[in-house]
């Protein structure tokens, strides 16, 4: 029995300040009701799909922030777009801002399978930015401030016939990322991604980031033999220009389908699953190959420590 996927990857483009939730939820359906033209099975939606990317505004007192974060999940204004999926019989990802019952913020993810179940919420592990206001930048990127770091890591969850795995935009840059995952079995892994194209600590980057974004996820999934699905929110959001192209990366570290414009755009592909074997069963054979006995500095060190 093959084990294939149709999973769209559902980039959109700007998200600016005064779009509405309602708005944004009509795009997603749109996303949504193309994905179901194109056989999709999964839709994944970028990081932070709701709303426009909002830490690149300073705020002293982040309560009056409060109106950017999610606190229920379904919402009302969510339910129509979990309504319109279980009708399509499709399930997605959606990224959004939490903030949970008890006061703690996150940047989260929500995968939802085909009969409208939620399977399991991830929120992001590596934090990119800074934590207090820095006035000479021409814009925030304050993450830092905004959200906390996720204590409960990488899971893997079992979903759409596979083992699916979820990381945010940041966390794609880390091997370690991919590697717990891949230490799980993982087989597909959905992340969403705002990236700025103009790095303000490096400007010398931000004719690479094109680069980077599909030199970190064609490595992560060759070398964890596992699909990736990256979806941006790209394009000129607030003045700040964003990174598109999305993709869908093979197992084998190919990309087999991109997107070519930084606006709402759905591509897709049929995911066979069992084309991971090929890798893990392989050349990475992580039970056979791999030294952790030489790893410990992995887990056990944080920074560079030069003897
Ligand atoms: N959203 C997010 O994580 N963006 C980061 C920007 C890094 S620069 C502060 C990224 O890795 O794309």
Known sequence: ???IVTVGAAQMGPIQKDHTRKEVVERLITLLRQGHQAGCDLVVFPELALTTFFPRW???DITQADHWYETEMPSPVTQPLFDEAKKLKIGFCLGYAELTTDGHRFNTQVLVERDGSIVAKYRKVHIPGHEHNEPDRPFQHAERYYFEPSMEGFGVWKAFGGRL???ICND???PESYRVMGLQGVEMILCGYNTPIHYVPDPSQDILQGFHNSLVMQSGAYQNGSWVI???KGGVEEGVDSLGQSMIVAPSGQIVAQAFTTGDELISARCDLDWCAK???TLFDFERYRRPE???RITSQRGVVID
């Open 279 to 281: 890798y893990t069963g």
């Open 172 to 174: 794609r840059r880390w």
């Open 165 to 167: 795995g979820m990381m």
């Open 230 to 232: 990256g979806v941006a």
């Open 58 to 60: 300073f705020i002293d």
């Open 294 to 296: 030489v790893y410990g």
């Open 1 to 3: 029995m093959s084990r």
